[in-house]
């Protein structure tokens, strides 16, 4: 049968609940249906477009260039606005596509398909490929919806929404459709739930500001801390993503995920100096709601009211409150509320890594200056000083004096805090090589909150894998850090990458495929996936994540050096030097961290000048130079030179 390829921009159309609407009105939905495909040829006539089928519910059509097709989207949302409405979902692909007789197929088809499934009413969402063509048109504005993998499409995809006055837009990581079922690799906690146990779960923005999501969700995640400080009460860890609502989960299931007997869920809205908070707390068999209240209160009663909602959880648990474990549930952090906001919106930031940690050290900086006996916002600080330097953000020297005067200052305010410890034993770790001060730090997080998985994660793959090699022990931490909170992107990104220093590729890639299934967007996990897929040598699948996180974070060294890696393996020399020539270009703007760069370097400069880097991030304390000295990538060449065993024996590592 004769058929032939084109490039096209191909957009698909459908009506939302179309299917219900026919079986509760026939002949309105025939009028919505037909209202739909009016709209549609009168559009596709304005710009253009080709209408190449219709369905019973929808259309596919392409056109020339991905441009109009997203100038024609905004006119179609904009008109099936108008009385009488269409609830639509759009979206949009470039790619090749297959004309046989009248039939359009090919995989272009089939990544449209998938995008429009992830929409809702009103929203026009887009492929990455679609967003490279319209980044040079100001006017179309675009978020990111998050990273999915979609179903039978072997990539993964960056999608996009359109953000325009008259469109609706989703908010990031929520988005469900045609995606491959997260359950094949999520795994099950099997725990018999105590009944005095509970998981607390973002409290749900409803103001009419999306840029209220760090309110709510700090708000849960304080009450959270509050009840961790409860020994006779087991707290499930924070959950990370915003896909777990309650009106997408099944509780039984949730809960016997988590370990727990009941779900405190709630909602948040903020308007000014007032609030309403309304929170209750479920029972995980039945549903049944053992208490709920709300809150109508001014910024002034915010800690009053997380006081009350802990001692209420505390009270239908039956849980044993003593003088002292009351007094840490009510003790006052801060008076101020504003600062207060800002130490809210610092760890929010934090929470999400990458570039968003400055952010995060900028919020938790205005906290402690409005009040500066602070000691939550000190702890903020040093971790994001700690973070920032991991992170290649900002010149480890310059920020690491900070991270470790910020940690002290905390434990003079607040000497039974536990999170300073674990900064300060990151510190040592990282800047001092100080292994002695490192451990006896992190043994105190543990011995004043074994609960603290953050410090799990950081003493076993900061410490335990890159400085001490001690592989067992690594990976067990790495597993605490999951149990205590398994809806935690972070905390299996974290496990993912000390699976993948011992060398379990296949149980790294289960974990790190876990947390991106938890959290689309989340860097670390998706960057580990990544590392993991680039050591089986799987060069297309890491091509695939590399490239997408290098977009997403304009160019971030960690995903950079590991698209340079990739690219020298995949024999594309010049679009590895390409990339390198950017990142040495690079400190111009801001700073950039040695110690990968030596690795890319070495592939494509030679070993001496890569020795140039090393000696610049053992100078600079480049955190990353203590994972080299057991990372499976680096080449043969470099690890062959007396320099490199030299190096290591001038950091003063612990004997293997």
């Keep these: 049968m004769p058929h032939h390829r084109q490039l096209a921009a191909i957009m698909f159309t459908d009506i939302e609940g179309y299917t219900a609407a026919m079986q509760e009105n026939e002949s309105k939905a025939i009028e919505l249906r037909e209202r739909h495909r009016q709209v549609i040829k009168q559009a596709h006539e304005n710009f253009s477009g080709r209408i190449v089928q219709y369905y019973g519910d929808g259309t596919l059509s392409i056109f020339q260039s991905a441009v109009t097709a997203v100038q024609c989207a905004i006119y179609l949302q904009q008109a099936f606005f108008q009385s009488p409405k269409v609830p639509v979902r759009i979206g949009l692909h470039i790619g090749d596509i297959i004309f046989e007789d009248e039939q359009v197929m090919g995989d272009g088809v089939n990544l449209a398909s998938r995008i429009e499934s992830l929409g809702m009413p009103g929203c026009v969402l887009l492929s990455d490929k679609v967003k490279d063509e319209i980044n040079n048109h100001p006017a179309l504005k675009t978020v990111s919806m998050g990273i999915y993998n979609l179903k039978n499409i072997s990539r993964p995809v960056e999608v996009f929404a359109l953000v325009h006055p008259e469109l609706v837009t989703p908010k990031p990581g929520t988005l469900e459709g045609k995606t491959s079922p997260a359950q094949k690799t999520m795994p099950a906690v099997n725990k018999r739930a105590s009944p005095k146990s509970v998981a607390v779960l973002p409290f749900a923005n409803i103001s009419n500001d999306p840029e209220q999501d760090y309110f709510s969700t700090g708000i849960a995640e304080e009450i959270l801390n509050s009840l961790s400080n409860l020994k ?355 400190p111009a703007e801001g700073f950039v961290g040695y110690a990968l760069q030596a690795l890319s370097v070495s592939l494509l400069d030679g070993v001496d000048e890569a020795f140039f880097y090393l000696e610049k991030a053992y100078e600079e304390r480049d955190p990353i130079l203590l994972n080299l000295k057991h990372n499976r990538l680096v080449p043969p060449k470099l690890k062959a030179d007396p320099r490199f065993e030299q190096l290591f024996e001038r950091v003063g590592f612990p004997l293997d």
């Design 232 to 586: 006779d009460l087991k707290v499930a860890g924070r959950t990370s993503t915003p896909q777990y609502n309650r009106e997408n989960i099944d509780l039984r299931e949730f809960g016997e995920r988590l370990g727990v007997k009941t779900i405190l869920e709630g909602s948040v809205r903020k308007q000014g100096n007032r609030i309403r908070i309304i929170v209750q707390l479920v029972n995980v068999s039945d549903g049944f709601h053992l208490w709920s209240q709300k809150y109508d209160r001014s910024m002034d009663d915010i800690f009053a009211i997380q006081d009350e909602v802990a001692l209420a959880v505390t009270e239908k648990l039956k849980v044993t409150l003593l003088e002292k474990d009351k007094a840490r549930i009510t003790k006052t952090r801060t008076n101020n509320t504003e600062a207060y906001e800002l130490y809210l919106k610092g760890r929010f930031h934090l929470n999400r890594r990458g570039g968003a940690i400055l952010t995060g050290m900028h919020y938790f900086q205005l906290a402690v200056d409005l009040d500066p006996d602070f000691a939550l916002a000190y702890t903020g600080l040093a971790d994001a000083g700690i973070m920032a330097a991991l992170y290649g953000l900002a010149p480890p020297k310059q920020v690491a004096v900070k991270a470790k005067e910020a940690a002290e200052k905390a434990l003079l305010l607040d000497p039974h805090l536990s999170e300073p410890y674990c900064s300060l034993g990151a510190y040592y770790t990282f800047y001092e090589w100080n292994w002695r001060e490192a451990e006896n730090n992190f043994a105190t997080c543990f011995q004043l909150n074994p609960g603290y998985a953050q410090a799990h994660y950081w003493y076993g793959l900061n410490y335990l894998a890159w400085v001490k090699h001690d592989m067992v022990e690594a990976e067990k931490h790495g597993r605490i850090a999951t149990e205590l909170e398994p809806m935690s992107a972070i905390s299996f990104g974290m496990y993912g990458a000390i699976l993948n220093s011992a060398g379990k590729y296949k149980e790294a890639l289960a974990a790190c495929t876990t947390g991106v299934e938890l959290d689309s967007n989340h860097y670390l996990s998706q960057l580990c996936k990544g590392l993991t897929h680039l050591a089986l040598r799987q060069l297309e699948e890491a091509e695939v994540i590399f490239s997408l996180l290098v977009r997403a974070t304009k160019g971030h060294q960690f995903a950079t050096n590991s698209l340079i890696v990739t690219y020298y393996f995949m024999g594309k020399i010049k679009e590895a030097r390409e990339l390198l020539n950017q990142l040495k270009a690079k």
